[in-house]
């Protein structure tokens, strides 16, 4: 799989964080557990994620599952058996006229922030974006978290907006930074088949 040559390119260089080169993939009904253990985390400690009670297990489920019918990226990234993130693009809104836009979403277990993971899972996420139709990537970025501000700039997504105030979570005020790159094309040509 072309994400395994990207993970391995990737940790060229790096320091040896990891037992094995992490293995990207996509996931899987079995993988919600630790998916939605990873998300909980981000929904009790961080401005990340705006939800406030985290998603089931169940609905973890569901998630991948209408992923998968839809022809959207839902990838993990693996050392062995632990899933060390996860990453996954939906359309950026649900009206028909959006259907080549997505946003993108990623979280990485605890452990493992700061070491890579998350550059890791957008490459290979962006790749399968593009491969999936997708003209634009969007993150919306909850709280404006410097790290995934970072992180998205690396890989050529520029600021396209901020929303002020739009969020309140742990006694504070949050801003939704908005960033924004092309995938393809991107809007220089019409898609072969129009959305709708």
């Given at each position: 799989?072309?994400f395994?040559?990207?993970?391995?390119?990737?940790?060229?260089?790096q320091?040896?964080?990891?037992?094995?080169?992490?293995?990207?993939?996509?996931?899987?009904?079995?993988?919600?557990?630790?998916?939605?253990?990873?998300?909980?985390?981000?929904?009790?400690?961080?401005?990340?994620?705006?939800?406030?009670?985290?998603?089931?297990?169940?609905?973890?489920?569901?998630?991948?599952?209408?992923?998968?019918?839809?022809?959207?990226?839902?990838?993990?990234?693996?050392?062995?058996q632990?899933?060390?993130?996860?990453?996954?693009?939906?359309?950026?809104?649900?009206?028909?006229?959006?259907?080549?836009?997505?946003?993108?979403?990623?979280?990485?277990?605890?452990?493992?922030?700061?070491?890579?993971?998350?550059?890791?899972?957008?490459?290979?996420?962006?790749?399968?974006?593009?491969?999936?139709?997708?003209?634009?990537?969007?993150?919306?970025?909850?709280?404006?978290?410097?790290?995934?501000?970072?992180l998205?700039?690396?890989?050529?997504?520029?600021h396209?907006?901020?929303?002020?105030?739009?969020?309140?979570?742990?006694?504070?005020w949050?801003?939704?930074?908005?960033?924004?790159?092309?995938?393809?094309?991107?809007?220089?040509?019409?898609?072969?088949?129009?959305?709708?």
């Amino acid at each position: 799989m072309r994400f395994n040559r990207i993970a391995r390119l990737f940790m060229i260089g790096q320091s040896a964080l990891m037992t094995n080169p992490p293995i990207i993939r996509n996931a899987r009904s079995e993988d919600s557990t630790q998916i939605a253990e990873i998300y909980a985390h981000h929904v009790h400690n961080g401005t990340a994620s705006f939800d406030t009670e985290p998603r089931s297990i169940e609905a973890t489920v569901a998630k991948i599952a209408e992923c998968a019918k839809r022809g959207w990226p839902f990838l993990i990234c693996a050392d062995g058996q632990v899933i060390l993130g996860y990453a996954y693009a939906t359309q950026f809104r649900d009206r028909p006229a959006y259907g080549l836009a997505c946003e993108d979403s990623i979280y990485v277990h605890p452990d493992n922030v700061g070491k890579g993971v998350g550059k890791l899972l957008l490459v290979a996420l962006v790749d399968a974006a593009e491969a999936a139709g997708f003209r634009q990537m969007l993150a919306v970025i909850g709280g404006g978290e410097p790290a995934s501000v970072a992180l998205h700039a690396s890989l050529g997504f520029e600021h396209v907006g901020r929303m002020r105030s739009v969020g309140r979570k742990f006694g504070r005020w949050l801003d939704s930074v908005y960033m924004q790159r092309a995938l393809g094309a991107g809007g220089s040509q019409p898609p072969e088949k129009e959305p709708g």
